[in-house]
């Protein structure tokens, strides 16, 4: 992550540290005339954050419990973010190992917390 993807994070996040960071291997066009940038996607405590910097600043989050319908498509090779009428960009390209990764952070946030005596 660049110096200016890391600034845009920190005024995003906030005090939310991510708890996980991924550079896809979807790009987007960020105003670089003949380059793409890829998209981050970043898991916060309790939110999705997708985000990209170029001339221009590309940035967008949705609630980690709005996302428990997400999975992985091993033959397109992307992991599609559901619903996927909350982003622009709501697959993306990265191998199955790194999806996993996210889909564990969406799957472990769903279970209620129960305590045991």
Request: with cysteine; net charge neutral; proline share 7%.
């Amino acid at each position: 992550m660049n110096e200016r993807e890391q600034l845009l994070l920190e005024s995003e996040a906030g005090s939310s540290e991510p708890r996980l960071k991924l550079c896809t291997d979807t790009r987007i066009d960020v105003g670089l005339w003949w380059r793409k940038r890829p998209l981050w996607l970043c898991v916060l405590e309790d939110e999705i954050l997708i985000l990209a910097v170029g001339r221009r600043r590309y940035s967008e989050r949705v609630s980690i419990a709005d996302c428990q319908n997400s999975h992985y498509n091993p033959t397109s090779g992307e992991l599609v973010i559901e619903p996927s009428d909350t982003f622009r960009f709501p697959r993306l390209k990265m191998p199955s190992s790194q999806a996993l990764n996210v889909l564990k952070f969406l799957k472990h946030n769903s279970t209620p917390n129960t305590t045991t005596p």
